[in-house]
């Protein structure tokens, strides 16, 4: 999505509900999340913004304030190995004929899994795209493991992203399945990512029958299953028979906290250098780098969530900077002001 500058002349910007998009679990807004520009705004000069008309202002000000409500992808060293490893395997397995290798991504809440698992989908496609520019294939899959999971929800999480006719009483897993199975092959998926994945717990019957029924499809498709949950190593994914099993076949790669290095200063750079505010000075963001550790404690859900409500709070105050008062005014999750708590005092 590029956000424009709103044309004084046509008196403004639409509302903000216009840019809302279909959640990347269902096929449409998979394809509006990967064909969706990297999100771009300029500054309007000086003179030409203090000279805008109140409904102008709003106009431009709501622009801003979408801007920056999208998140920005930062291609950290995570997200970099997580994006290799997936490319990786995609391409042993494409002639693979037993069972493929896949790619379990782990770590703490707001790490940056989902981004990457989603970053990893979406370079794929595009890639698949420009070597069958005609193609109307399906080349990824996106979605999350469901909640008190069995194999007839999982059937369904798969019918829903692909936009099968609604599932009635009468079609029985089975059934599901196998429709499910002959349309990702015949649209050549050759890779599904699989979110949440923590709630596969071989530790519980469900549990099991879940991953039963996720091994099938494994093993009926010729994809490159990843995926990816929160601290999976203790959630039960890898217990028992079906865990080891799983274990041997995937490759782990976690995610965690940034430690206070160069890593840490650069990607508060990179996050500076999107900010859209007239007032704001260069470097001040870097310069608090140990303040913004100790509020979010590396984590980069939490840095992005803080750094972007300050900036649309700038915006909503007229301030138009963002200074370590504000910082210190803005709310995150809990977790981390929680933490943040603990390590100040």
């Known amino acids: 999505m590029v956000v424009s ?16 998009r279909d959640p990347t679990t269902q096929l449409s807004g998979w394809r509006q999340f990967v064909e969706a520009d990297q999100t771009s705004f300029e500054l309007l000069p000086e003179d030409r913004w203090r000279s805008l008309s109140p409904a102008d202002q709003e106009s431009y000000d709501d622009a801003r304030i979408l801007y ?10 995570a997200v970099r190995e997580i994006a290799h490893q997936g490319r990786l395997l995609t391409l042993l397995n494409q002639r693979e004929t037993g069972a493929r290798r896949g790619l379990i991504v782990s770590g703490q809440q707001t790490t940056g899994k989902t981004t990457a698992l989603k970053q990893l989908g979406r370079l794929h496609e595009l890639r698949v795209r420009q070597r069958h520019p005609d193609s109307d294939g399906i080349p990824v899959v996106y979605l999350t493991a469901p909640p ?113 290095n160069a890593e840490w200063r650069s990607l508060i750079a990179t996050l500076e250098d999107t900010l859209r505010l007239h007032r704001h000075q260069s470097q001040t963001l870097v310069n608090l780098s140990d303040y913004l550790h100790q509020r979010t404690g590396g984590m980069i859900g939490s840095l992005s969530h803080l750094i972007r409500a300050a900036a649309i709070t700038a915006i909503l105050d007229q301030s138009e900077r963002i200074t370590q008062s504000l910082l210190k005014k803005t709310r995150i999750d809990h977790n981390s002001e929680n933490a943040s708590r603990q390590r100040a005092g």
């Open 148 to 260: 008190k999971g069995s194999p007839r929800k999982l059937a369904i999480e798969f019918a829903r992203f692909l936009g099968l006719p609604s599932i009635s009483a009468r079609h029985n897993t089975i059934d599901i399945t196998n429709v499910v199975c002959q349309v990702m092959i015949e649209a050549r998926t050759d890779l599904v990512l699989v979110d949440e994945i923590h709630l596969l717990n071989h530790g519980t019957t469900a549990g099991e029958d879940l991953s039963d029924h996720l091994k099938y499809f494994t093993e009926h498709l010729p994809a490159t299953f990843v995926y990816a949950g929160i601290d999976v190593e203790q959630s039960g994914v890898f217990t028992g028979i079906r865990g080891r099993q799983m274990g041997g076949r995937c490759t782990l790669v976690r995610t965690g906290a940034f430690p206070r």
């Open 68 to 77: 920056h409500s999208e998140l920005q992808v930062v291609r950290t060293s």
């Open 5 to 20: 500058t709103p044309d004084p002349d046509t008196g403004g910007a639409g509302g903000l509900l216009e840019t809302r």
